[in-house]
């Protein structure tokens, strides 16, 4: 079978006697860096060293066939160099192949950064939404950001620390002025920090330089205030724009908390 090992996002306290016993277990493991697991195997205490195989995104596609036949006869151990594999780092292909071809795929839960990001930040965590790192060039990012605007869930990012003030300074631009953020930076290690706020009071703050790894949790967007005469008109406008009725609805009703039925059906009326 294929094992998605999740290990300490900071803390090396946070490695579980079960990781570790999977790693005195296993023959093989596919890490994102050697040189970082080889490491870590060292620190855990782990004597009986496996075979390390490098697996990045520069490589995950051509490999994910030779480990997935590998784990029909043994059992491979999948590692990012933090956190759980295949969030925002390899193991997506190969644990789709895996599915595809029939091959057990199990995990070894271990720490999150989106998970542990989105408990501490006093932001609502009823309902929330991953969206990965953010794009690079400003263009995209900005598109990006407006793409979140009617969001009405908790928004959870990835963000480098040398891009976070042009960020925080794009959402200030994009989205109202009373949104909450919270950014967290080196999560369980020990300079933790929540820094707490909207855009534009965190982005002096951000504009002195910071350092380590940053999640941005964003507050979910307020539904709009609008009656059923305006919201029946957004659907109206959705369809002519060439959107299908059903979608339509469904998206005036998470923008307006409207029931998406008797949106369906007004427009079908009128």
């Known amino acids: 079978m ?9 803390n090396l306290g946070d490695a579980s006697a079960r990781l570790i016993d999977t790693f005195k277990n296993a023959s093989l493991v596919a890490c994102e860096d050697t040189r970082s697991t080889a490491k870590l195997l060292g620190m ?3 004597e009986n060293r496996p075979r390390l195989v ?3 995104e520069h490589n995950e596609d051509e490999l994910a066939k030779t480990i997935v036949e590998q784990a029909r006869d043994s ?15 390899p193991g997506y292909p190969i644990v789709a192949l895996a599915a595809k071809e029939g ?3 199990t995990s070894v839960p271990g720490p999150s950064a989106v998970i542990t990001a989105l408990a501490i930040s006093g932001l609502p965590t009823d309902r929330f939404t991953f969206d990965g790192f953010l794009p690079r060039k400003a263009g995209e990012r900005e598109t990006f950001l407006r793409s979140l605007a009617n969001e009405p869930r908790t928004v959870v990012l990835f963000e480098s620390p040398h891009r976070l003030a042009r960020t925080l300074a794009d959402m200030a631009a994009v989205w109202p002025a009373d949104r909450r953020i ?4 080196e999560l369980t290690k020990l300079y933790e920090e929540v820094k707490r ?25 307020a539904p709009a205030v609008v009656d059923a005469a305006g919201a029946q008109a957004m659907v109206a406008d959705l369809v002519a724009g060439g959107m299908r009725l059903k979608e339509a609805a469904a998206q005036v009703a998470t923008e307006t908390g409207m029931s998406k039925r008797d949106l369906y059906q007004g ?3 009128s």
């Open 2 to 10: 294929i094992i998605l090992a999740g290990t300490p996002i900071g």
């Open 44 to 46: 855990l205490g782990v």
């Open 54 to 56: 490098a697996l990045h």
């Open 75 to 89: 059992d491979v151990v999948l590692v990012s160099d933090a956190g759980m594999p295949g969030i925002s780092d």
């Open 103 to 105: 091959v057990t795929v």
């Open 182 to 185: 919270a950014v967290c930076r």
């Open 197 to 221: 706020g909207t855009a534009a009071e965190l982005l002096p703050w951000a504009e002195e330089g910071v350092r380590g790894e940053i999640v941005i949790v964003v507050e979910g967007a």
């Open 267 to 269: 427009h079908l009326a």
